[in-house]
């Protein structure tokens, strides 16, 4: 039984990246529902979310101090007669209008009063009854953002497809949303196949392996704001993995992770070329996971505006399967959660020993980034391959290493993968 289609399409890193997000870039947002604001950090928003009035809604203090008009202060020490007091939460109206030779006592986020043009920190002055000695000359506007200088009234905080992270869930408080429309989490159906796979509540015998791949996935899964569904496993056996890959087809996005390989008993491509699917790469030069597999299937899917079911094929080895998530699946489930595009980017550490490798692929090992303040470093985790769940688990990124260079020397700086 042959193991691959025949037309097998091996792509660089970044043209199976890009060929990914071309696809994601067509998918239909999901249906939406509403959530309380507290429970929304990690959803994505779906509903624009704009500004009610003015940010700031009055021209507002930074600073505790006195409001002043700036050209009182040409010659300093000045000593100016402070007519009144606005803390926060009062308004500017109360005091009189000012006149020249004037300021009032201010307190931070308080409204400025009318006829001042700036703020003249509590540090530069001295009190003396009702009158103070200012010893700073202040700048026209110092210490004031004036009304609606961080956001007019009507204009557009949040859109659609933006994933709320904290500073997301303040504009939207800021506006006085306790409920947010969200998308819908895709379900994500995982399918683990191979025969000596067994579920975690087995006892495994010799030869056996527990079923890691299903969990890992689930987590990332999770994280990248998903549902999974988790089916049993599939055995090596062509009928059985069919039954299983339609039952996930039921789904916004199938995983199958294990028998994409070029052995005689990795039958996942031979079943979905069966099964009239289209393929968009079936290898990329990577390691770990060049076997990762991408493409789409129609036959069994419920009809759907787009193409059918994308599905990934994903190489059974634990570390390749969480690495091809991270670097193919994350960006197609984003789209399928309704999420805006993102690139993918790498930040840069300097490497603290030497690194040689064989060229030709471009390698994602596990790596500790440690060091404190300006002072980051990383260093590959010795590990086993990419069966080596252990040492995974001890990394906290991946060291990314273009194809072209097999001798890093410690010192040189890196691409990271933060994860
Ligand atoms: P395969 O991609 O099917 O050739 O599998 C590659 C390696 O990954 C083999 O050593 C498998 O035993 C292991 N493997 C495959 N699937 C899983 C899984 N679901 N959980 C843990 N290890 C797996
Ligand atoms: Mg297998």
């Known amino acids: 039984m042959p193991a691959a289609p025949a037309d097998a399409k091996i792509l660089t890193f970044e043209n199976a990246r890009r060929t990914v997000e071309e696809h994601a870039a067509r998918v239909q947002p999901p249906a939406t ?53 606005i803390k926060a939460g009062e308004q500017a109206d109360r005091i009189s209008p000012i ?30 009854g009702d009158l103070v000695v200012i010893t700073r000359q ?9 009304r609606g200088a961080e956001a007019r009234q009507g204009s557009l905080l949040l859109d659609r497809g933006q994933r709320l992270n904290a500073p997301a869930v303040a504009l939207a408080a800021s506006v006085g ?20 796979i067994v579920d975690i509540s087995s006892s495994p015998g010799p030869a056996q392996i527990r079923n890691s791949n299903t969990y890992s996935l689930a ?47 990795d039958l996942v491509e031979h079943v979905l070329s069966e099964m009239q699917a289209e393929f968009f790469f079936t290898g990329a030069q990577i390691q ?19 193409s059918g079911l994308y599905f990934f094929g994903l190489p059974g080895n634990p570390v390749s399967t969480m690495v091809t998530f991270d670097l193919f699946v994350a960006p197609m489930l984003a789209a399928l959660a309704g999420a805006s595009p993102r690139k993918l980017m790498f930040l840069h550490a300097r490497l603290k020993s030497d690194i040689r490798v ?20 990383v ?20 060291v990314v290493i273009p194809p072209g260079r097999a001798q890093i020397p410690a010192g040189d700086w890196i691409a990271v993968m933060p994860r």
């Open 358 to 377: 064989k060229s030709g692929l471009k390698r994602f090992l596990p790596a500790i980034l440690t060091g404190e303040f300006e002072n980051s470093s």
């Open 288 to 306: 770990p996971g060049r076997p990762v597999v991408f493409g789409s299937c129609g036959a069994g899917a419920p009809a759907r505006e787009r």
């Open 177 to 196: 949303k306790s409920r947010l429309r969200v998308y819908r989490r895709p379900r994500v159906a995982v399918l683990a196949t191979g025969d000596e």
């Open 99 to 128: 006149v020249p030779g004037q300021a009032v006592s201010i307190m931070t986020g308080a409204p400025v009063p009318a006829g001042t043009d700036a703020v003249v920190m509590v540090e530069y002055t001295s009190r003396r």
């Open 219 to 265: 987590a990332q899964i999770r994280e990248a704001g998903g549902e999974p569904l988790l089916l049993p496993i599939a055995p090596d056996e062509p009928h059985a993995l069919r039954r299983l890959i339609e039952q996930g087809l039921d789904s916004d996005l199938l995983l199958i992770t294990g028998g994409v390989s070029m052995g005689r008993y």
């Open 33 to 85: 529902e509403l959530v309380d604001l507290v429970d929304a950090p990690g959803r994505v928003v779906a509903e624009p979310v704009t500004a009610d009035r003015d940010f700031p809604p009055f021209p507002r203090t930074t600073r505790d101090g006195y409001a002043v008009r700036s050209t009182d202060l040409s010659q300093i020490p000045a000593t100016l007669k402070v007519i009144g007091e």
């Open 379 to 398: 260093e590959l985790v010795p590990w086993q391959g990419s069966g080596d769940i252990a040492a995974t688990a001890r990394a906290n990124c991946y």
């Open 138 to 146: 202040p700048t026209p506007g110092e210490n004031i953002v004036p």
